[in-house]
């Protein structure tokens, strides 16, 4: 075990001494954030906090997305197939990278949090702050796992491609830009069964100190389901060719 | 660990094959190392050594045959952190530096060296502290080869550790790699250069088309390669007859000047001798590249051996 620490503090002082990750990852979520609940006079507390909720849920979503465009980079430079003639073992390391997507998704969703209570003036209880942080980070879980089975299946550019893609997809589908009542009934109804929107909605519930719906948490473990089979399938057939 | 070397071989091959598609990449390879030996894998692109390299370290399976590595699976030495390799076209991640990455594969060996001694070991000492990715080719391979070498296996594998490199580059590679094996570990490097494998491995295995064509000293391939070379100036006389002399296998000539192979030089000489044809006698050996060309020329294979490749 302290080995895959090692590895995942490897991974995580690479992942931010990434310009590029810290200004999409990170700057871009609060960035939005601000914008969107500042701009033409302001917005009420209601949405300050669902966007906070649906910014946190995109920077997470990035940034678990992100690990998986790392791991294809890796099997790229041949650095995957390094590791193979290591005593470190194929589990180590998939673990490792996966503990590390968990580790990078934090500082986007405490910073856009943190925006939230200090400049946007959300107020919530002390444990409803814990159970947001908690639930954000581990509803970022299955992201994580698209990332990586997209890292390990497919070559680094279209893996790029490819992560935008769902990052798009599921943060627009998912409501985290801009509620999902602005979107017809249609894709209102396809929403609903995003993680993405999933995540958002048990946050929200959370923040408004609401049990959160069984239908977004039945949606939430479908996905980690769904996801962690695709990143386990995608792994085994990496591994028998990186 | 150090010293209680076990008796076995550090490599061993049993008829191992390895198909890609129709393509046998590795045909029936017979190979045993023994542990302390510097052996040099030698062959054209494509011949088949990085797949040699790739079942040694356990990175893929034979189809038949068999490869162990210390008398096990090679996977098992591997994990055991007996072996370390530098692999063919890889590049070191972006955003380490030189320290952080090869302290980090230490962290993955049970025995690892000393970091900074792996770093000097491998000429890279004053690099430590700079990004990897932003060395220069000769400093990157040398990283890869701190890699290799930092966990302190007992066998070290270099695929064409040099390709690519220029000659300065090259050689500093090559004293590294001599240090390193001047501990008493097994090396294993593959190469198309020549020079290097006569230069840096006291064993050459020269393969071809997923064969061993030939194995031994740089010295017995040479010989292998059919003697010594004999060239004299004709001066205008015919060239007539110089095949039939004694020892000579192969008569070229060159403008004025006639080149002999010969098995026996000294009796090929004495008959110019005696023909008063020496003018500006010159007998040299035959070159490792040579015995390299005929080694693995297509033309020079048994009908057999190309047929059954046919079917």
């Given amino acids: ?242 | 660990m150090t010293k209680t070397t076990p008796p076995g071989p550090a490599v061993r091959f049993d008829a191992a094959t390895k198909a890609f598609g129709a393509v046998r990449a590795v045909d029936g390879l017979d190979l045993e190392l023994k542990p302390g030996q510097t052996t040099a894998l030698l062959g054209r692109n494509g011949a088949g050594k990085s797949t040699t390299i790739g079942l040694l370290l356990g990175l893929d399976q034979p189809d038949t045959g068999s490869v162990r590595l210390f008398g096990g699976a090679p996977a098992r030495a591997v994990q055991a952190g007996r072996v370390g390799a530098m692999l063919q076209d890889g590049r070191p991640i972006p955003r380490v530096t030189v320290r952080e990455l090869v302290g980090f594969v230490a962290k993955t060996y049970p025995r690892a060296m000393p970091l900074d001694e792996a770093l000097d070991l491998a000429g890279i000492g004053e690099f430590g502290a700079r990004r990897a990715d932003r060395l220069s080719g000769g400093q990157i391979q040398r990283v890869r080869f701190a890699i290799a070498l930092v966990g302190d296996p007992d066998l070290v594998v270099l695929d064409e550790p040099t390709a690519a490199l220029d000659v300065e580059a090259r050689r500093a590679l090559w004293d590294s790699m001599r240090r390193f094996a001047a501990r008493g570990k097994t090396v294993l490097f593959s190469t198309h250069y020549l020079t290097e494998a006569d230069e840096n491995a006291s064993r050459i295995v020269v393969i071809d088309r997923g064969r061993i064509v030939a194995d031994g000293s740089g010295d017995q391939l040479r010989r292998a390669a059919g003697g010594n070379l004999v060239s004299f100036d004709l001066a205008g006389r015919p060239s007539e007859g110089l095949s039939l002399l004694p020892g000579v296998t192969e008569v070229e000539i060159r403008g004025d000047r006639a080149r002999l192979r010969t098995d026996d030089s000294d009796a090929t000489v004495v008959a110019l001798a005696q023909r008063n044809a020496v003018r500006g006698l010159e007998v040299a050996p035959a070159t490792l590249e040579d015995a390299f060309l005929r080694l693995t020329d297509p033309d020079a294979r048994p009908a057999a051996a190309r047929m059954e490749e046919n079917v």
């Fill in chain 1, 1 to 242: 075990m302290a080995l895959v620490l090692d590895y995942v503090a490897l991974e995580t002082r690479r992942t931010l001494r990434d310009t590029g990750f810290v200004i999409f990852g990170i700057g871009m979520p609060v960035l939005m954030y601000l914008l969107f609940t500042n701009i033409g006079g302001g917005a009420d507390s209601e949405w300050k906090t669902a966007s906070m909720i649906g910014m946190a849920t995109y920077g997470a979503l990035g940034a678990a997305l992100s690990a998986g465009t790392g791991v294809a980079e890796d099997k790229s430079l041949g650095w995957l197939r390094q590791l193979r003639i290591t005593p470190m073992t194929p589990a180590q390391v998939v673990v490792g990278r996966a503990l590390t997507a968990s580790v990078v998704v934090l500082p986007a969703i405490l910073a856009v949090l943190a925006v939230g209570g200090l400049i946007n003036g959300v107020s919530m209880a002390v444990w409803q702050w814990a159970v947001v942080v908690l639930l954000l980070w581990f509803g970022s879980l299955p992201f994580t796992l698209l990332g990586i089975g997209n890292g390990y299946r497919l070559s680094a550019q279209s893996t790029g491609v490819v992560n935008v893609g769902c990052n798009l997809g599921f943060s627009i589908l998912g409501g985290l830009w801009f509620p999902m009542q602005f979107f017809p009934g249609w894709i209102q109804g396809i929403g609903t069964y995003t993680p993405t929107r999933a995540v958002s909605e048990l946050g929200t519930a959370l923040g408004r100190g609401e049990a959160p719906g069984v239908l977004a948490v039945v949606v939430l473990l479908g996905w980690l389901l769904i996801f962690g089979s695709y990143a386990v399938v995608s792994y085994r057939k990496a591994a028998r060719t990186a």
